[in-house]
């Protein structure tokens, strides 16, 4: 499954757990800008307002916003394309969140666990993905019911 993770490049590189995800086939990066518009073209959005993803939802690529919630609509602002918004459904994240600015909700994932969890419930598990990440037995180990 194709996959394109936009950005936002205000977020902290030592913080994000996508980090190293770069030279990973299948997985693509577009940085937010402003000022440009990314065409997406035909994708699952991992958002919170969706209908629960399911292994049939599979078909099209994956988009991910990467960014804090508070700007979740304004990376969404510059994206076109054709979207079916997807939830997850609840999971337990294993990364240390702390906002001192909002809270986060309480259902809210690191977004390569979000990423993770998504590709499994569709079909196409990438253990590959949490090989480098600090948390991945416990995140795992919270989440028995995803597929491996």
Do not use: Q
Not at 108 to 137: K, N, T, V
């Amino acid at each position: 499954m194709d996959v394109l993770i936009v950005r936002d490049m205000r977020e902290s590189p030592k913080k994000c757990s996508l980090r190293g995800l770069h030279d990973t086939p299948g997985v693509r990066f577009a940085r937010y800008d402003p000022d440009r518009r990314v065409d997406v073209g035909r994708r699952i959005l991992l958002h919170t307002d969706g209908e629960e993803l399911r292994a049939s939802d599979a078909g099209p690529g994956l988009l991910l916003l990467d960014c804090a919630w508070r700007r979740v609509d304004l990376l969404l602002s510059t994206v076109d394309g054709d979207l079916e918004l997807r939830r997850l459904p609840p999971l337990v994240t294993a990364y240390p969140r702390r906002s001192r600015i909002v809270e986060d909700p309480e259902a809210g994932l690191a977004s390569l666990e979000a990423l993770y969890a998504a590709l499994a419930i569709l079909g196409e598990p990438r253990p590959d993905l949490l090989d480098g990440y600090r948390w991945r037995d416990e995140f795992l180990a919270a989440n028995p019911g995803l597929p491996r």
